[in-house]
C-alpha cells in the first residue's frame, strides 16, 4: 500500500490497516508513506505518533515499525519489493502462523530469528518444504516458516519478515 499526503480520508485509511495490522484482524502489508514535495508530512505525522501515541502507551511502540516513510517512488517500489523478497503470503493454521517462503532459510538463519523473537515466540520455529496439510496444497512450490506465534505483538512479527526478508 503507497500512501500521498492527503485529509481526513487519507488519514482513516492508513490508520484503519494500521489498526487492523496491529490487532491481527488482516494481513501484514507493506505500508509505504511517500513524501511528495519538501514540506515533510508524513514525517510529521510520524512524530505525533511516536511523540504522542507510543510515548503515552496508547499504541506499542514496536508499532511504528507497519509502515516505511520514503521520498521517492522508486524508494516506495523498492520497499514494497523487498517486502516480498523471501516472504510470500502468511495464514494462521491452529495456534501458528504459517508463512510462506520464496526460498527456505537456512539453519542459522532459524536460530537466529528464534533468538531475536524468543519474546513473541511460544515455542520453537520450524520449516516445511510445502504446504502443512491444513493448507488445502495452496502454494505447493513455497516451502514453510512454522511460527509458534504467541500473538502479543503484530508489529514483532512485521519485524520478523523484515528479518526473513534480509537473509
Known sequence: MAVFPGGFG??????????????????????????TDQTPYWRR?????????ADQRLIDGEDPSFYRIVDTVD?????????????????IVADD????????LTD????????????ILKGRVDQAPGPVPQESNEYPDKPRLIVPFNRSSYARLRQ???F????
Open 10 to 35: 487519507t488519514m482513516d485509511e492508513v490508520f484503519e490497516v494500521l489498526t487492523l495490522m496491529q490487532t491481527g484482524k488482516a494481513s501484514i502489508i507493506p505500508i509505504v508513506l511517500v513524501e
Open 97 to 104: 502462523f504459517v508463512f510462506r517462503l520464496n526460498r527456505p
Open 45 to 53: 505525522w510520524d512524530t505525533f505518533i511516536r511523540s504522542t501515541l
Open 164 to 167: 526473513v526478508n534480509s537473509r
Open 108 to 119: 542459522a538463519d532459524l536460530a537466529e530469528l528464534q533468538r531475536r523473537f524468543d519474546d
Open 160 to 162: 520478523l519478515i523484515d
Open 75 to 91: 524508494d516506495a517500489v523498492r520497499e514494497l519489493t523487498t517486502f516480498y523478497r523471501v516472504f510470500h503470503s502468511s495464514r
